[in-house]
Nanobody, 125 residues
Framework: QVQLVESGGGLVQPGGSLRLSCAASGFTLDKASIAWFRQAPGKEREKVSCITSSVGSTDYADSVKGRFTISGDNAKNTVYLQMNSLKPEDTAVYYC??????????????????WGKGTLVTVSS
């Protein structure tokens, strides 16, 4: 049974950092793409970053490039999202998702098959 569990959210001041974790079970990271999405109140869910471990590729939304870093630990079967220089507009519920099985590129929202329950990130002074 596939399961994704996020952790690491919380309250942080502008300019601060957080590291989110997505612990996967029921499959190994080399079998799928793992993406982080976020959804702010009243807004649509947007893809923030994605990693496809089988081909070693990552991608980022323009709004987080240079500030966020996605990585995977195959031994722990966990994907991380290191978030630096956080801004109030980064406030959202962050979800990890899995999809694109055995592929070489990261699917969009509709291509993701499994989702975690989310973790709240609040950036405020």
């Amino acid at each position: 049974q596939v399961q994704l569990v996020e952790s690491g959210g919380g309250l942080v001041q502008p300019g601060g950092s957080l590291r989110l974790s997505c612990a996967a079970s029921g499959f190994t990271l080399d079998k799928a793409s793992i993406a982080w999405f976020r959804q702010a109140p009243g807004k649509e869910r947007e893809k923030v970053s994605c990693i496809t471990s089988s081909v070693g590729s990552t991608d980022y939304a323009d709004s987080v490039k240079g500030r966020f870093t996605i990585s995977g630990d195959n031994a722990k079967n966990t994907v991380y999202l290191q978030m630096n220089s956080l801004k109030p507009e980064d406030t959202a519920v962050y979800y990890c998702a899995a999809g694109g099985w055995y592929g070489s590129s990261c699917p969009d929202y509709y291509g993701m098959d499994y989702w975690g329950k989310g973790t709240l990130v609040t950036v405020s002074s």
